[in-house]
Structures are given as C-alpha cells and as structure tokens.
C-alpha cells in the first residue's frame, strides 16, 4: 500500500491551496482516508476525516467551515481544499487510510503517506 501526497506550497494568508492523495496497491474504496498535519515542534494532529463512499465526513474545529475533505474513489485519490489559510495552518500535512472503518471515529490509522508541505505567510 502507498499514499502519495501532492499539492503542498507557499501561500499567502487567505488564500487556498488543494491537496491531493492517490493511493495504489489497495481497493481503495474499501478504506477510510484522512488527513492530519504536524508544525514543527508540534505533535501531529487531526485535521479531517472521510468514510468510505465519501457521504460522512468530520473536521478538526480548527479548520471547520474552511477546509473541505473529499475522495473519487474511481481515481483512488482523497483530496483536501483549504481555503482562507491562515499562518497557524503552516504544516506538514499526512493523508492516512485505514481498512478498519473504526478509524474515522478513533483516528488511528495503518497506512501514512509521506507528507506535504504547506507554508501560510502572513
């Protein structure tokens, strides 16, 4: 199984970025899939979260009403839209899927894509 992230950069406050996360060596709409980030000095934390067929999703508070999770799974990718950025989003940022579907709720998940960074200037 791999997850690869993509879509990570420099923005400035306010603005919007989407990141993508195509997955290969698993039946993708089996899994749940989410998103985590981790700022440096910081430990990793939630961000969002998206069932398998993609018709329940949830958000960490600090990014509800801006960032909008979603999945094709035909395309075996799960994306993340962030719009109005903020420096205190500056982070790497994780895609992370699970087969186990108690993973959305207990946000622990078995597979981990390597990263992307985003950098919200100010």
């Known amino acids: 199984v791999q997850l690869q992230a993509s879509g990570g950069g420099l923005v400035q406050a306010g603005g919007s970025l989407r990141l993508s996360c195509v997955a290969s060596?698993?039946?993708?709409?089996?899994?749940?899939a989410g998103w985590f980030r981790q700022s440096p000095g910081q430990e990793r934390e939630f961000v969002a979260a998206i069932m398998w067929s993609g018709g329940n999703t949830n958000y960490a508070d600090s990014v509800k009403g801006r960032f909008t999770i979603s999945r094709v799974n035909a395309k075996k990718t799960v994306y993340l839209q962030m719009n109005s950025l903020k420096p205190e989003d500056t982070a790497v940022y994780y895609c992370?899927?699970?087969?186990?579907?108690?993973?959305?709720?207990?946000?622990?998940?078995?597979?981990w894509g390597q990263g992307t960074l985003v950098t919200v200037s100010s």
């Open positions: 060596g698993l039946t993708f709409s089996n899994y749940v």
């Open positions: 992370a899927a699970d087969l186990d579907g108690r993973a959305y709720s207990t946000r622990e998940y078995g597979y």
